[in-house]
Every structure is written in structure tokens, then in C-alpha cells.
């Protein structure tokens, strides 16, 4: 008997990955990156964000946009998130409900970590105690320089203490110019930097999108004005 149990053990492993391997994954890239015009756009977007009296500067904070004004807008906000959405409506990925989209830019040390984190509404924490994670989040990638996103299948219990461990599944998603990753808005992400990485300035460079079921409850910055490309 003790020979056998090594087997057993061994098919009860495999059985145990390939159950785990059928599982819908943590993140999705979209399969297609986002079109060269719009990439094209967003990089000289961002280009002067160092400079103060740049828009692009002020982008570092987080901005909404309720779905309405998105709907039928020409700007180059809109016409991203229409490129996005069209791709995950087709994969079944788009939120069924989405009241707006949270937004800013993120610009880092090739060498910064960014904290594991979940992403929550923290207006409406401040002001009604609640958790509110996003439904759906969303990193576009305008730089192929820098970290990969760590996405760790832990989310946040209603109380907002301590997390659930709900599987010991995670991701790495590479940054690729021009591509979209998308994944459930209330799972545990950060990024570990590249110690020794830094060349003269080179910076991992993202937007950060937040699809949301419910407004915030307090009148957030709109975005800087933005004419139509």
C-alpha cells in the first residue's frame, strides 16, 4: 500500500491542474491592442505630463466620466473606451451595468513598485463607510518598459477587513505597447519593479480605467477639456 500512495497522489495532482487549468483566467488581454491612432494619440497626450502647465500633468489625478457623456462624444477618452468595449462585448467580458468610467495616468520609475492594492471607491468609503470595488478594471499600456501587473485571485470581504483567499491562482501580464488588459475590479493587483532597470528617462507609462456600476457619491474632478482627434 504505501507504494501506491506516490500514483495516487500523482493522479489526484493532475486531476487537481486540470480542473484548475479550465477555470476562466484572472485577467484577460484583449486580442487586439489598441488601435495605432489612438496609441499614437495618447503618447503625445502624455508626452509633456512632467510639465505643470501641461493637461496631461493633471491626468496623474483620478478624473469621472459618467457613460452618458460618453456615449456619443468624439474625444479621444470616448473613442477608447468604444474600442475597448467593443472587444470585451464580444468575449462577454463588458459589465452589464456601468454608471461611468474613473480615469487617470500613471507615469513610474522603471524601478518603483506600485502596492498591492485593490481598487475601491474611496469617496464613497470616506463618506458611507462602504467597499466598493469597480466591475471591471482596465490597464492600457503605453510603454513596453517596466514591471509586470501581479494579479493574485484575493478579494476584499464585505467588511473590508482582511481579504478572502478565494484560490491560489495568479497572473503576470507583461507591459506591451499599445495592449488592454481587463480583469474583475476587486481583485488584489500591484506591480514589482526592476531594481537597476532605470535608463535615462524611461518610465512604465499606463492609463488606469475603472468601469463602475454607481457614481461616486461626491462630485469628483471632471477631465481636463479635450477636443475631438
Not at 46 to 67: F, G, L, M, Q
Request: hydrophobic share 40%; charged share 20%; net charge positive.
Amino acid at each position: 500500500l504505501p507504494r501506491l500512495a506516490p500514483a495516487v497522489s500523482r493522479r489526484a495532482a493532475k486531476r487537481s491542474w486540470a480542473s484548475r487549468a479550465m477555470e476562466a483566467p484572472l485577467a484577460r488581454p484583449l486580442d487586439e491592442p489598441l488601435p495605432a491612432d489612438l496609441l499614437a494619440a495618447w503618447r503625445t497626450e502624455i508626452k509633456d505630463a512632467d510639465n505643470v502647465d501641461a493637461r496631461a500633468h493633471w491626468w496623474s489625478e483620478s478624473h469621472w466620466v459618467p457613460w452618458d457623456a460618453l456615449v456619443s462624444a468624439t474625444t479621444l477618452l470616448a473613442r477608447t473606451m468604444h474600442a475597448v468595449r467593443c472587444h470585451l462585448e464580444h468575449g462577454d467580458g463588458w459589465p452589464a451595468t456601468v454608471a461611468g468610467v474613473e480615469f487617470w495616468t500613471q507615469r513610474r520609475p522603471v524601478s518603483s513598485d506600485l502596492h498591492m492594492h485593490w481598487d475601491i471607491d474611496q469617496a464613497r468609503g470616506r463618506r458611507c463607510g462602504e467597499l466598493a470595488c469597480p466591475a471591471l478594471s482596465l490597464i492600457v499600456y503605453l510603454s513596453a518598459v517596466g514591471g509586470p501587473t501581479l494579479i493574485v485571485e484575493q478579494r476584499p470581504t464585505p467588511a473590508g477587513a482582511g481579504h478572502t483567499a478565494s484560490g491560489t491562482r495568479c497572473c503576470l501580464a507583461w507591459p506591451r505597447e499599445g495592449q488592454v488588459l481587463a480583469f474583475p475590479g476587486d481583485l488584489l493587483h500591484g506591480v514589482p519593479g526592476l531594481p537597476g532597470r532605470d535608463a535615462a528617462g524611461a518610465r512604465r507609462e499606463t492609463l488606469a480605467r475603472h468601469a463602475r456600476a454607481a457614481a461616486p457619491p461626491v462630485d469628483p474632478l471632471p477631465p481636463p477639456r479635450q477636443h475631438a482627434r
